[in-house]
């Protein structure tokens, strides 16, 4: 029987209902063979070679597939069809090849690729093996040695030199600059005041349309032209005293074509516009998908799809949509990404004719990703659709004046009837054209009359920040990171705790201590965060996974110049780097006084100079080397004064109000007064609100907190609202319930209140609904607990493990968690059922073989027994040996342990109960039940009668008291 080795349990499942009894099919559960996680695990003196380590949870997914092995039996390699999955292939071949016995079935493994779980593509690769590909596995190892080297030569200079900074890795520290550059560039910008005119006319047949001014005075208008309200009120006065009449009159007819299918960066794009995932989400469930064998392989960066698959699109749109919806030719897109290895399809259902609907017990998310896949794939594949737009030109008699409509009417839909690609937040230019406008029958010559001219005004705005969206896609334009690492890479910027999300936006904001890292970085080491190095970089890897280059040489034109490097940070003086950092940070942060003072004069002794600090674990802050006065580095805050400012003064106790700053940031102080005597009152100014909020009315509200809301109407006492350690809440009896918006806690009403105390009561809030339970009924949900977030169905409560990300729970991980309780397991257990070895002869219940986390053992209701020694094959493990291992653990001597029994004196004589003589670590003792005694040196465990023994523990049980 051959044995296939994928990489997931769900994949494994998948395939096995494809390949039936003839083959068995198993999981690595992922990568099992990782570098050693200390410094020298590549060594660039010799060719640059690298110490594996076994993962420890794989050691027993290893031993299973190798004790699965026999002589003559053939072994299938069939994990993604990627570097990432070329290399666990390799591991695998590799890790058999040592192991007594399977060296020959190691060396003979063959390599089977599908890019979709079908029956038919596995198959296929099944009937046209190949040898694991020594190129793609040459590039998995450089991409890995280049982060390991970076990673393990860099980060300890963080922790000496800028110890507020975990990490730098190769491609986020890239990622990373792309964000600071924008916000810098956003920062920069100075918003640039301009005006547009519109005029609304009517025809003689009544109807009205608008149209802008493109021309005055007989000069074409530039976008800035009209600079003041004054400019565009002449404008308009102009306008009125004109009569107008349509000077040209053009219609054209346009058509356009669908997107290609999805690529890894599109999806990423996509599903962050449309359904609001996050990468690390989106992958996640497509990774669902694949697996279950209803899309392809979600790792690619290729757009091409295949015949079988543009002819099955083709016909469903024939007899969906109809023959005008399908082109008579296909389309073929061609790939732009260079060297496109990942997977050389594109991301597409592997059956058109099944819709989301009919995905049967799948999540939500899964069946919305779903869909988002099967409109863009569908879509790539049918008419193009075609519009009619018209620009008409009105002037006055001399053109002197001209303004310009223009329409746009959808003739025919065509690939728009199922899919519109999303697009991102740009930067505003009302200077653009009033487009899709239908506009009425119009004639050259025709006069029209004015109905209203009306002065716009506009600022310019900067570029947006970048979402999860947008950055990937800006990462594939400079060609950073590849399909399988885009996901990895945005998120751990976050993790580090290197950019932030703008909720409200979704956008990334760097954080101060990237901001910090980053100027680290350019400065000393600016070669490796440039985009076309790391551009160049990846072209080279891809120069590997081809044949064109040896891995050794990547990796040493890399070495010696980065080597060199890091040989002259080891050298930096702390302080020369606090130094240097403070010059290039102080001006993001901080601004010059009028005078022309330096940015980094203190305002507090105005004698010393604002120095940056760095600690671990904590943002970065200025400190002035001439007095204590600290100065965080606030976001969005410029200037000691900006940060520092009289709000007014309390209208009814007249003490001033401040905003100020401290050394854990921004807070109101309500100044302390003399008549009568009062202390200053302070209180921390909320993360969610802009520091341009800030006002007397809103810092009086937020001194007055926390604040009645009202009685409750059940009878459970006065209900409070305010801002915590923890954020805001609103609190009753004792009982919390966190609020989601600190601007709520200021009018929250009894009605809201009241309500999230509800959730607050029940365990949490209702989080996601996963579906319904396929058997018991009922819905699914995950809930925020007060201990985290938890499932909860008809049959009651399950809690979720930490290592399973709430946000991305699918309702089969729900279903395996609510069966695993059932079966006992407690949570994040690993231990799993083998057998049943039948009815406790004498006591009944069932007598279970067991695989924990530190070994086999057998269970009996409550009790648990390990196996010795020379029960280590579980095959051979009965029903009466593990009756003996749980009967001697009942009688106090567990197996394995130090204890023995001498002797067994007898029966309790009045509570019953065998009484022995056991062998401690601390000598010969009596032992009944639960209770011990030492046995007394004078006397010998041979003359012990029970009469005796009931004595000496008695004896000791009075001593004790």
Same mark, same amino acid.
């Given at each position: 029987?051959?044995?296939?080795?994928?990489?997931?349990?769900?994949?494994?499942?998948?395939?096995?209902?494809?390949?039936?009894?003839?083959?068995?099919?198993?999981?690595?559960?992922?990568?099992?063979?990782?570098?050693?996680?200390?410094?020298?695990?590549?060594?660039?003196?010799?060719?640059?070679?690298?110490?594996?380590?076994?993962?420890?949870?794989?050691?027993?997914?290893?031993?299973?597939?190798?004790?699965?092995?026999?002589?003559?039996?053939?072994?299938?390699?069939?994990?993604?069809?990627?570097?990432?999955?070329?290399?666990?292939?390799?591991?695998?071949?590799?890790?058999?090849?040592?192991?007594?016995?399977?060296?020959?079935?190691?060396?003979?493994?063959?390599?089977?690729?599908?890019?979709?779980?079908?029956?038919?593509?596995?198959?296929?690769?099944?009937?046209?093996?190949?040898?694991?590909?020594?190129?793609?596995?040459?590039?998995?190892?450089?991409?890995?040695?280049?982060?390991?080297?970076?990673? #393990?030569?860099?980060?300890?200079?963080?922790?000496?030199?800028?110890?507020?900074?975990?990490?730098?890795?190769?491609?986020?520290?890239?990622?990373?600059?792309?964000?600071?550059?924008?916000?810098?560039?956003?920062?920069?910008?100075?918003?640039?005041?301009?005006?547009?005119?519109?005029?609304?006319?009517?025809?003689?047949?009544?109807?009205?349309?608008?149209?802008?001014?493109?021309?005055?005075?007989?000069?074409?208008?530039?976008?800035?032209?009209?600079?003041?309200?004054?400019?565009?009120?002449?404008?308009?006065?102009?306008?009125?005293?004109?009569?107008?009449?349509?000077?040209?009159?053009?219609?054209?007819?346009?058509?356009?074509?669908?997107?290609?299918?999805?690529?890894?960066?599109?999806?990423?794009?996509?599903?962050?516009?449309?359904?609001?995932?996050?990468?690390?989400?989106?992958?996640?469930?497509?990774?669902?998908?694949?697996?279950?064998?209803?899309?392809?392989?979600?790792?690619?960066?290729?757009?091409?799809?295949?015949?079988?698959?543009?002819?099955?699109?083709?016909?469903?749109?024939?007899?969906?949509?109809?023959?005008?919806?399908?082109?008579?030719?296909?389309?073929?897109?061609?790939?732009?990404?260079?060297?496109?290895?990942?997977?050389?399809?594109?991301?597409?259902?592997?059956?058109?004719?099944?819709?989301?609907?009919?995905?049967?017990?799948?999540?939500?998310?899964?069946?919305?990703?779903?869909?988002?896949?099967?409109?863009?794939?569908?879509?790539?594949?049918?008419?193009?659709?075609?519009?009619?737009?018209?620009?008409?030109?009105?002037?006055?008699?001399?053109?002197?004046?001209?303004?310009?409509?223009?329409?746009?009417?959808?003739?025919?839909?065509?690939?728009?009837?199922?899919?519109?690609?999303?697009?991102?937040?740009?930067?505003?230019?009302?200077?653009?054209?009033?487009?899709?406008?239908?506009?009425?029958?119009?004639?050259?010559?025709?006069?029209?009359?004015?109905?209203?001219?009306?002065?716009?005004?506009?600022?310019?705005?900067?570029?947006?920040?970048?979402?999860?969206?947008?950055?990937?896609?800006?990462?594939?334009?400079?060609?950073?990171?590849?399909?399988?690492?885009?996901?990895?890479?945005?998120?751990?910027?976050?993790?580090?705790?290197?950019?932030?999300?703008?909720?409200?936006?979704?956008?990334?904001?760097?954080?101060?201590?990237?901001?910090?890292?980053?100027? #680290?970085?350019?400065?000393?080491?600016?070669?490796?965060?440039?985009?076309?190095?790391?551009?160049?970089?990846?072209?080279?890897?891809?120069?590997?996974?081809?044949?064109?280059?040896?891995?050794?040489?990547?990796?040493?034109?890399?070495?010696?110049?980065?080597?060199?490097?890091?040989?002259?940070?080891?050298?930096?003086?702390?302080?020369?780097?606090?130094?240097?950092?403070?010059?290039?940070?102080?001006?993001?942060?901080?601004?010059?006084?009028?005078?022309?003072?330096?940015?980094?004069?203190?305002?507090?002794?105005?004698?010393?100079?604002?120095?940056?600090?760095?600690?671990?674990?904590?943002? !970065?802050?200025?400190?002035?080397?001439?007095?204590?006065?600290?100065?965080?580095?606030?976001?969005?805050?410029?200037?000691?004064?900006?940060?520092?400012?009289?709000?007014?003064?309390?209208?009814?106790?007249?003490?001033?109000?401040?905003?100020?700053?401290?050394?854990?940031?921004?807070?109101?102080?309500?100044?302390?007064?003399?008549?009568?005597?009062?202390?200053?009152?302070?209180?921390?100014?909320?993360?969610?609100?802009?520091?341009?909020?800030?006002?007397?009315?809103?810092?009086?509200?937020?001194?007055?907190?926390?604040?009645?809301?009202?009685?409750?109407?059940?009878?459970?006492?006065?209900?409070?609202?305010?801002?915590?350690?923890?954020?805001?809440?609103?609190?009753?009896?004792?009982?919390?319930?966190?609020?989601?918006?600190?601007?709520?806690?200021?009018?929250?009403?009894?009605?809201?209140?009241?309500?999230?105390?509800?959730?607050?009561?029940?365990?949490?809030?209702?989080?996601?609904?996963?579906?319904?339970?396929?058997?018991?009924?009922?819905?699914?949900?995950?809930?925020?607990?007060?201990?985290?977030?938890?499932?909860?169905?008809?049959?009651?409560?399950?809690?979720?493990?930490?290592?399973?990300? !709430?946000?991305?729970?699918?309702?089969?991980?729900?279903?395996?968690?609510?069966?695993?309780?059932?079966?006992?397991?407690?949570?994040?257990?690993?231990?799993?059922?083998?057998?049943?070895?039948?009815?406790?002869?004498?006591?009944?219940?069932?007598?279970?073989?067991?695989?924990?986390?530190?070994?086999?053992?057998?269970?009996?209701?409550?009790?648990?027994?390990?196996?010795?020694?020379?029960?280590?094959?579980?095959?051979?493990?009965?029903?009466?040996?593990?009756?003996?291992?749980?009967?001697?653990?009942?009688?106090?001597?567990?197996?394995?342990?130090?204890?023995?029994?001498?002797?067994?004196?007898?029966?309790?004589?009045?509570?019953?109960?065998?009484?022995?003589?056991?062998?401690?670590?601390?000598?010969?003792?009596?032992?009944?039940?639960?209770?011990?005694?030492?046995?007394?040196?004078?006397?010998?465990?041979?003359?012990?009668?029970?009469?005796?023994?009931?004595?000496?523990?008695?004896?000791?049980?009075?001593?004790?008291?």
């Amino acid at each position: 029987m051959p044995i296939v080795v994928v990489e997931s349990p769900a994949k494994a499942k998948t395939i096995e209902k494809f390949l039936g009894r003839d083959y068995r099919v198993l999981a690595t559960f992922g990568h099992i063979r990782d570098l050693k996680p200390k410094s020298g695990s590549v060594d660039p003196t010799d060719d640059f070679a690298m110490k594996w380590e076994v993962d420890k949870a794989a050691l027993s997914r290893i031993g299973a597939i190798a004790k699965a092995l026999t002589p003559g039996q053939e072994l299938l390699l069939a994990t993604d069809p990627d570097r990432e999955g070329e290399a666990i292939s390799w591991h695998l071949r590799e890790i058999l090849r040592r192991r007594r016995g399977l060296g020959g079935i190691a060396s003979n493994a063959k390599r089977i690729v599908f890019n979709s779980i079908t029956k038919s593509s596995v198959q296929n690769a099944i009937a046209s093996p190949r040898q694991v590909d020594s190129a793609l596995v040459d590039a998995y190892s450089a991409r890995r040695a280049l982060d390991y080297l970076v990673g #393990f030569n860099l980060s300890p200079i963080l922790w000496k030199k800028l110890p507020c900074a975990r990490s730098a890795g190769r491609v986020q520290s890239v990622c990373l600059r792309l964000i600071v550059e924008r916000e810098l560039e956003i920062e920069r910008f100075r918003a640039r005041e301009f005006w547009t005119v519109d005029a609304d006319l009517e025809t003689a047949a009544k109807e009205q349309f608008r149209a802008r001014l493109r021309v005055l005075n007989g000069k074409k208008l530039a976008k800035h032209d009209l600079a003041t309200k004054d400019a565009a009120e002449q404008a308009a006065e102009a306008i009125k005293r004109a009569t107008l009449a349509v000077l040209d009159l053009q219609t054209k007819d346009q058509s356009r074509r669908p997107q290609p299918p999805f690529t890894t960066a599109t999806l990423q794009q996509e599903a962050s516009r449309k359904l609001r995932f996050n990468t690390k989400s989106t992958m996640m469930v497509a990774q669902k998908l694949y697996e279950a064998g209803h899309i392809t392989y979600m790792r690619t960066d290729a757009i091409d799809m295949a015949p079988e698959a543009v002819k099955a699109a083709r016909g469903l749109i024939r007899r969906q949509f109809g023959t005008q919806y399908c082109p008579q030719r296909p389309r073929i897109f061609k790939n732009k990404a260079k060297n496109a290895q990942e997977a050389h399809e594109c991301i597409r259902p592997t059956d058109f004719a099944a819709s989301a609907a009919t995905l049967g017990s799948v999540s939500r998310d899964q069946r919305n990703l779903y869909q988002l896949v099967w409109n863009r794939a569908v879509a790539s594949q049918m008419a193009n659709a075609r519009f009619k737009r018209t620009q008409v030109e009105i002037a006055n008699r001399d053109s002197s004046i001209m303004l310009q409509a223009n329409g746009s009417v959808r003739v025919f839909d065509g690939f728009l009837k199922i899919y519109e690609e999303g697009q991102d937040k740009k930067a505003e230019d009302a200077s653009q054209d009033i487009e899709n406008a239908l506009l009425p029958a119009l004639a050259i010559g025709e006069g029209l009359a004015q109905r209203k001219i009306i002065p716009v005004q506009h600022f310019t705005k900067p570029k947006p920040r970048y979402t999860e969206a947008s950055l990937i896609k800006k990462m594939v334009e400079l060609g950073i990171g590849r399909p399988s690492t885009y996901s990895s890479i945005v998120s751990r910027i976050q993790e580090h705790g290197y950019t932030q999300r703008v909720e409200r936006s979704r956008t990334l904001q760097p954080t101060p201590t990237g901001r910090v890292l980053n100027a #680290f970085l350019t400065h000393y080491f600016a070669k490796y965060i440039e985009y076309d190095f790391t551009a160049e970089l990846e072209e080279q890897l891809d120069d590997i996974s081809g044949g064109r280059k040896a891995r050794s040489e990547v990796l040493e034109s890399f070495w010696l110049p980065f080597s060199q490097s890091v040989n002259v940070a080891r050298d930096l003086q702390f302080t020369d780097v606090a130094d240097r950092l403070s010059g290039t940070i102080a001006p993001q942060f901080l601004e010059a006084g009028e005078d022309g003072m330096d940015v980094r004069h203190c305002p507090n002794c105005s004698k010393g100079t604002l120095v940056l600090k760095f600690f671990r674990n904590s943002d !970065p802050y200025f400190r002035c080397d001439g007095c204590s006065f600290n100065l965080p580095l606030q976001q969005g805050a410029k200037g000691f004064e900006s940060q520092n400012k009289l709000l007014g003064n309390d209208p009814e106790s007249n003490r001033l109000v401040h905003l100020k700053v401290g050394k854990f940031g921004h807070y109101i102080e309500m100044a302390k007064s003399a008549k009568p005597r009062r202390s200053a009152k302070t209180v921390s100014w909320p993360k969610q609100f802009s520091l341009d909020e800030a006002n007397l009315d809103l810092a009086l509200q937020l001194l007055a907190l926390p604040r009645h809301v009202g009685d409750h109407p059940d009878g459970r006492g006065a209900i409070t609202a305010g801002i915590g350690r923890n954020g805001p809440y609103v609190r009753c009896e004792g009982l919390f319930a966190s609020v989601p918006d600190a601007r709520e806690v200021l009018n929250l009403g009894m009605n809201r209140a009241v309500e999230l105390l509800a959730n607050a009561g029940r365990g949490g809030g209702n989080f996601r609904d996963l579906g319904e339970h396929p058997k018991e009924g009922g819905p699914v949900r995950v809930l925020k607990g007060r201990y985290g977030p938890y499932i909860k169905y008809s049959g009651g409560n399950v809690s979720i493990p930490a290592k399973i990300d !709430p946000e991305s729970l699918s309702l089969e991980q729900a279903l395996v968690l609510i069966e695993n309780k059932k079966q006992g397991r407690s949570r994040g257990s690993r231990s799993q059922e083998v057998r049943t070895l039948g009815e406790h002869p004498a006591k009944g219940s069932e007598v279970k073989l067991m695989k924990g986390p530190y070994g086999p053992y057998v269970k009996w209701k409550r009790t648990n027994a390990k196996l010795p020694p020379n029960l280590a094959n579980l095959d051979d493990v009965t029903l009466d040996d593990a009756v003996k291992l749980i009967e001697r653990r009942l009688g106090g001597r567990a197996v394995g342990s130090r204890s023995n029994v001498i002797r067994e004196i007898g029966e309790h004589p009045k509570l019953g109960g065998p009484i022995q003589v056991i062998k401690g670590r601390n000598g010969p003792s009596l032992k009944w039940r639960r209770r011990y005694a030492p046995l007394p040196k004078d006397v010998d465990p041979k003359d012990l009668t029970p009469g005796m023994a009931v004595a000496l523990m008695n004896r000791k049980s009075k001593g004790a008291k």
